[in-house]
């Protein structure tokens, strides 16, 4: 059995293959210029990069710089201004990743 701790201390994902594919997933929200967006899911510090896998595809408007960018609002807020589920989505592109053969 895994203990907390050992839990605790997962690393960080990297996959380029990976953020190669997120470059393809069209945003979740309607816009220009699609860009990947690394979610913080697990506890702790957010000065910690998440994973490459916690990643949803957001116009870069709404990444980063204007009043409604999910880094300017926050996610929780994000999600209730433009009626979505990011971790849904999140999971959604790893599925599909998966599904066709994707290898982290």
Same mark, same amino acid.
């Given at each position: 059995m895994i203990t907390f701790n050992e839990f /605790? #201390?997962?690393?960080t994902i990297k996959s380029?293959?990976?953020?190669?594919f997120m470059k393809t997933v069209p945003p979740i929200v309607d816009g220009a210029n699609p860009v990947y967006h690394h979610m913080q899911i697990r506890g702790g510090s957010t /000065? #910690?990069?998440?994973?490459d896998?916690?990643?949803v595809s957001l116009p870069h408007m709404l990444?980063?710089?204007?009043?409604?960018?999910?880094?300017?609002?926050?996610?929780?807020?994000f999600e209730r201004r433009f009626f979505v589920d990011? #971790?849904?989505h999140m999971l959604r592109n790893i599925e599909y990743y998966i599904a066709n053969g994707g290898k982290f």
């Open positions: /605790a #201390k997962i690393k380029k293959p990976y953020l190669d /000065a #910690k990069k998440a994973s896998i916690f990643t990444h980063h710089g204007f009043n409604d960018s999910i880094h300017t609002i926050g996610p929780d807020e990011l #971790k849904a």
